[in-house]
């Protein structure tokens, strides 16, 4: 999950690397407000989940304040669009910053290296630029740092790298620093990149954070409450966004059948045998051990949420999760709200019988393998 800016720098800021002053806006004359705090001299920033906004015109210097408030005015409601986000990004709200005067612009990042399964620091003294183009025409002006999972980085080693990138003597100290800090934050906020760019040196050879990017790996968000809180709608599926808030794992996948099960492995299961049977999934819910019946109920809310949905397949082997809490849910959910969808269960394991007892009777199409179960929602969802 993809952090906006200025989260991403409050949560650098925690971890005490020096970043700019500035507080985040919806509204131009706050925006204004915002800037006579800094003295007028700011730069307002579009703060939209893509990269390349400054190329884009979302980001703008100014050292006015009336200025900064009219360009915020200009800039809300506004359509960005940058190379990496041709469809553009409609921007809800600015951040007006402390305005640094820079010198040179580097780059820094911290990322998971899927090749040696270890976590790797990218440095360059090329910055400010995107680090693909850096790549490509100067792939030797990036120094990678792999971080050995059980020793960390010690100062020598994160000093011969930023001396290897060239970094000037001014920085290198402040660098090694602010690498420290930008590793500890990755493991401690669970991210799965932290980008600087650019990490600026302002002419009096002060090293900070001009513009940063984390993002939060969405299989740790149970442990960030406040950032599930925020998942931004904008950038992703909005189902997937509501599901994110909920604290469930679901992925969309375009097709017609509803799909929950308790245990990704069973889920994908699921998938695989619905398709055998001629369907096409629309998602990939796992409601989780221990589905009480409130949670099921939400799941079931969450698929319907679906325009495509033709028919939902539950399939729960009851381990730590009971049948009949599982049946409660799809009860509560058939009273509370409008299912016209045909509904095929099949729950099996713990309080199996107690569960299949309780849904006697209900419009709810039962089975007792999940072949069965998946041919049966196939030919119910498509009247065959
Ligand atoms: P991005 O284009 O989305 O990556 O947005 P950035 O925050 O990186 O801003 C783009 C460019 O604007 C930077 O590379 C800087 O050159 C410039 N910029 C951003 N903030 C400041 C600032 O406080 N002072 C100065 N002088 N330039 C800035
Ligand atoms: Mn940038």
Request: charged share 25%.
């Amino acid at each position: 999950m993809k952090l906006h800016e200025y989260q991403s720098k409050d949560l650098l800021a925690a971890h005490g690397v020096p970043v700019p002053g500035g507080k985040v806006t919806a509204n131009a004359e706050e925006a204004t407000e915002i800037a006579k705090e800094f003295g007028g001299k700011v730069v307002v920033k579009a703060q939209v989940l893509m990269g390349g906004r400054g190329k884009a015109g979302g980001v703008k210097l100014f050292s006015d304040a009336a200025e900064a408030g009219a360009f915020t005015k200009e800039l809300i409601g506004k359509k960005l669009v940058s190379i990496q986000n041709p469809q553009g990004m409609i921007v809800e709200k600015v951040l007006v910053a402390e305005q640094i005067d820079i010198a040179e612009e580097y780059y820094l990042s911290v990322l998971m290296d899927r090749a040696t399964s270890q976590l790797v620091v990218m440095i360059s003294k090329e910055g400010g630029m995107e680090i693909e183009e850096v790549a490509e025409k100067n792939p030797d002006a990036i120094v990678k740092l792999q971080v050995d999972p059980a020793f960390g980085l010690s100062d020598f080693e994160i000093r011969a790298a930023v001396n290897q990138a060239k970094i000037p003597a001014v920085a290198a100290g402040q660098m090694v620093q602010m690498i420290k800090k930008l590793v500890a934050a990755y493991k401690q906020s669970d991210a799965d990149l932290i980008e600087i760019n650019p990490c600026a040196l302002t002419p009096e050879g002060k090293l900070i954070a001009a513009d940063a990017k984390v993002s939060i790996d969405e299989n740790a968000l149970f442990r960030h409450k406040d950032y599930a809180a925020t998942a931004d709608d904008s950038a992703e599926d909005p189902i997937e966004a509501e599901a994110a808030r909920r604290g469930i794992a679901y992925v969309r996948l375009g097709g017609d059948i509803g799909i929950i099960g308790n245990g990704a492995g069973l889920v994908m299961c699921s998938m695989d045998e619905v398709k055998a049977a001629g369907g096409s999934p629309a998602d990939f819910l796992d409601v989780g051990g221990g589905a009480q019946a409130e949670r099921v109920k939400s799941c079931v809310e969450l698929i319907l949420m679906d325009d495509n949905v033709k028919g939902i397949l539950i399939n729960i082997f009851g381990g730590i999760t009971r049948c009949d809490e599982v049946a409660k849910g799809i009860l509560a959910a058939f009273e509370s709200m409008e299912i016209n969808v045909p509904v095929v269960a099949r729950i099996e394991g713990t309080a199996a019988e107690e569960g299949r007892k309780l849904l006697e009777g209900t419009k709810l199409i039962t089975a007792a393998s999940m072949q069965e179960a998946a041919q049966k929602i196939v030919a119910a969802a498509y009247g065959k």
